[in-house]
Structure formats: structure tokens, C-alpha cells
């Protein structure tokens, strides 16, 4: 199995997933969330990253050289990017899952509705 941020399928339907250090909080060293809805409500420094996971679609990454908490590695902050209805991000969150930055992520050309281009 890979420890990778996510979205897991199952009988019992679609969860997102985001890796995080082991604690008490989180033994397993994720944070599993099922997706409820997918909104389009802003994200703010501070916010919860289990509440952003309940309204957004997590982007798979198939890396794990991007600063994972993996295997006990003191890693400050994490990445992850999710889809909204307004579009996709850059989350940066600390350990404990707080958002501490958020910022839109500008598709390449070739990646663009024609709605999206100018």
C-alpha cells in the first residue's frame, strides 16, 4: 500500500484521504474524510483541514519526495492540492492539520476548458 494524499473508493462511497504525521489524534497517519459535498466556500488560514476534505476533491499525487510525513521525517508543513467549485489549490497545512496557507492553482493551456481561456 502507498501513503499518498488521495481519494479512496468504497462500497460505502468516496473518501479523501491526506497523510499527517502519526499522533493521538491520528494513529494511522491520515486523515480520512468523506466527501460530502464539493462547495465552492472560501478557505482560509486557520480552517480545519478535515472540514476542507469533507467539500473538496483531493488530488492524487504519485510522489512521495514531496515533503510527505512518512516514516518518522520531521516535516514542518505538507502540501496537498484539491478541486472546488470554483476551481483547484495549493494547500499548505502543519501538522496538526491547520491550513496555514491557501493559494489558486492556474492550469496549463493545454489543461483548460474554453471557458477558462481568455
Not at 499527517?20 to 488560514?45: C, H, N, T, W, Y
Not at 519526495?65 to 470554483?86: E, M, P, V
Request: with cysteine; hydrophobic share 35%; aromatic share 6%.
Amino acid at each position: 500500500m502507498v501513503c499518498q494524499h488521495g481519494v479512496l473508493l468504497t462500497p460505502r462511497g468516496l473518501y479523501n484521504i491526506a497523510q499527517i504525521p502519526v499522533s493521538a489524534d491520528f494513529p494511522q497517519g491520515q486523515i480520512v474524510m468523506p466527501l460530502e459535498k464539493i462547495s465552492d466556500k472560501p478557505i482560509a488560514r486557520g480552517d480545519s483541514l478535515k472540514d476542507v476534505l469533507r467539500e473538496s476533491v483531493v488530488k492524487s499525487e504519485s510522489t512521495l519526495s514531496r515533503g510527505a510525513f512518512l516514516f518518522g521525517l520531521d516535516t514542518k508543513w505538507q502540501t496537498l492540492n484539491i478541486t472546488r467549485k470554483d476551481g483547484s489549490y495549493r494547500i499548505i497545512f502543519n501538522k496538526e492539520g491547520i491550513i496555514e496557507h491557501v493559494e489558486p492553482v492556474i492550469p496549463p493551456e493545454e489543461h483548460k476548458t474554453p471557458s477558462q481561456i481568455e
